[in-house]
């Protein structure tokens, strides 16, 4: 049996061909050497995740031979349109449609972040309405697990940590209220560009900018010193976040130098900005004011007043984290389109109006939430957008077009603001379409230029807390954590990172993020297959112990094929095959309890659970 069940957990070796990628030193100085450039920019010209096609290629050799659905395939909305309008233009053939089982713990995963229960699995496969899989979209994008998942999901794109203080639990509240009535998504941009607060610990969405504040003096004068927090540098950071998180467009470069002569090999548009123009963005934020409270010498636990205080954006002012400022007009203008604040509108709600109504905003939000659902943005990475690569009857010359389906996205953003900027329709759109129903499984040759093409479902590891969740539902052994003045038993209930010893350097493992750097695309390493199959965040759940699943299946059933049924479709959202269920008996004939529990142990350390496909 131990020999049978180490094949059936081998599989998780292919982990093994995954490398994290290494970070290089922050820019210091304006001129730059070609090796220097090089070598600050190494993160931006190396690819920045393995290639997701060979992933999903390697991986669909380990899946199970299951019972595809239908090979010909009709468009259900312009999503498929798009899709297989270029795949038969280019004569590309398409993966079959996913099997119900396949289809049900795919979208389940990624509308909810967990795993469908054994009785979930029973209802679906038996259901014969033909609209059944719209219906399972619809009830989990009204359920509270969505709104547990696209949270902590928003809390890691934010980086919402500590610096927050008791803002963050706020914030987090704040961000599940908004996704529980589908709050139109520009007025949440705009509500945070344009936050104020005498305290961030009262007004949730001041909160982020707290978050970005540049750390300055180390002790105050006295209560009313602005240097606690370096007022300038806190501005270029929060613009450098709204460019990336709400437009794509990563302008971290050009906060520090000019695009041009520095970035020809990386972003054609960018070449075209300037530090000048990055100082005008920020000036939108030179009237915001940041002071740090303290009482009787200490700082309050990252509580912050912020107002519009100040007297405006210092081109050459002094900087802490950047090369110094040298000059230039501090009238704020929009670094996409050089439009300025109409006279007497606050800056900021001005900045909020322009980023949300320029058409960047929807495409890079629709390309976001693609870019999760489907394992790879239609423009990758789906945070650096290059704009003068986004036509293509106008490319530059020697440039390859950054989309893979142009008129898809302007599509796809198009019916985001038409629909009121509204989160679920744009899940809901991509998750009808057979593009997203595609099996991960490939009938014909693979080839890499398929990827692009999304001839297949791609698939992605679960994160940290989703893999987390999904042991505790597979096992019926919980979590126990502490949020406010309740305990909560799945790490995406709560508002971060949490627990501390195995638990801790579990989910460390797996990719949790530190939320101090922007969340990354998750990778593999040799220490976690190891992890599955020693750790006792996995060992201590699968025993027929404490109210586990294991032993209330072992109490629930005298027939063992019942309990073996029951372990698959709990663990796996699948019926075991027959060899597979050979196995499984002959280990709990031997010894029912050893071997209900080393096949749990098993079905957990198989690549289908800790992918999601």
């Not at 196995?583 to 999601?612: D, M, Y």
Request: proline letters at 6%.
């Amino acid at each position: 049996m131990q020999q049978c069940l180490k094949a059936l957990a081998a599989a998780v070796l292919c982990l093994t061909a995954l490398v994290a990628e290494k970070t290089k030193p922050p820019i210091t100085e304006e001129s730059l050497s070609p090796e220097r450039f090089s070598q600050i920019h190494a993160p931006i010209l190396q690819p920045k995740k393995p290639d997701a096609g060979a992933l999903t290629e390697r991986v669909a050799r380990n899946l199970p031979s299951g019972s595809p659905g239908q090979s010909r395939i009709k468009p259900r909305n312009f999503i498929d349109r798009h899709i297989f309008g270029k795949m038969d233009r280019d004569g590309v053939a398409s993966a079959p449609l996913s099997s119900d089982t396949e289809f049900l713990r795919r979208i389940t995963l990624d509308l909810t972040g967990r795993i469908p229960s054994s009785q979930e699995v029973r209802e679906f496969i038996a259901d014969r309405d033909p609209a059944k899989r719209d219906k399972v979209i619809d009830r989990l994008l009204d359920s509270e697990a969505f709104v547990d998942k696209w949270a902590y999901f928003f809390m890691d794109l934010f980086r919402a940590n500590g610096k927050m203080g008791r803002g963050m639990n706020l914030f987090h509240y704040w961000m599940r209220e908004n996704l529980a009535v589908d709050r139109p998504y520009d007025e949440v941009a705009r509500e945070i560009m344009a936050a104020s607060a005498k305290s961030n610990h009262v007004v949730a969405a001041s909160s982020l900018i707290a978050r970005e504040h540049v750390q300055g003096k180390p002790q105050p004068d006295d209560g009313k010193d602005l240097g606690m927090v370096h007022q300038l540098d806190t501005h270029d950071e929060l613009a450098v976040l709204y460019g990336k998180t709400f437009l794509g467009v990563n302008l971290s470069c050009v906060s520090c130098h000019d695009g041009k002569g520095h970035l020809e090999k990386v972003n054609v548009y960018l070449t075209s900005r300037t530090r000048k123009q990055f100082f005008q963005f920020a000036s939108f934020l030179g009237s915001s004011r940041y002071l740090m409270y303290w009482e009787d010498g200490k700082p309050q636990s990252g509580e912050f007043m912020i107002d519009d205080g100040n007297p405006g954006y210092d081109t050459k002012g002094a900087s802490m984290i950047r090369v110094g400022r040298f000059g230039g007009s501090n009238t704020p203008a929009f670094v996409l389109t050089g439009e300025q604040p109409r006279p007497g509108v606050e800056p900021r709600v001005e900045l909020g109006r322009m980023v949300t109504a320029h058409p960047q905003f929807a495409r890079a939000t629709a390309n976001m939430f693609w870019w999760r659902m489907m394992g790879q943005g239609i423009v990758e990475p789906y945070d650096e957008f290059d704009l003068a690569r986004q036509d293509p009857k106008n490319l530059p010359a020697g440039w390859e077009l950054q989309p893979s389906h142009p008129d898809l996205l302007n599509d796809l953003a198009g019916d985001f603001r038409k629909n009121n900027h509204s989160v679920k329709h744009l899940l809901r759109t991509i998750c009808r379409s057979n593009a997203y129903q595609l099996s991960a499984r490939y009938d014909g040759e693979w080839k890499e230029k398929y990827t692009r093409y999304f001839a297949r479902k791609l698939v992605r590891m679960l994160t940290a807390e989703e893999l987390h969740d999904a042991l505790t539902l597979a096992t019926g052994r919980p979590g126990s954590f502490k949020y406010g003045d309740r305990q909560v038993q799945m790490s995406m209930q709560l508002s971060g990172p949490a627990g501390g010893g195995d638990l801790k350097y579990f989910m460390q493992t797996f990719g949790q993020s530190n939320r101090n750097n922007p969340p990354k695309f998750q990778t593999g390493s040799t220490l976690q297959p190891l992890l599955l199959m020693q750790s006792p965040v996995v060992n201590e759940r699968v025993l027929a112990t404490k109210d586990s699943r294991v032993q209330r299946l072992l109490d629930s059933y005298s027939d063992n094929a019942q309990v073996v049924d029951e372990m698959f479709l709990g663990t796996l959202s699948r019926a075991p095959s027959a060899a597979e269920k050979e196995v499984a008996l002959a280990a709990l004939t031997r010894s029912r309890t050893e071997g209900a529990q080393n096949l749990q142990w098993a079905l957990i350390n198989l690549t289908e659970f800790f992918f999601n496909y």
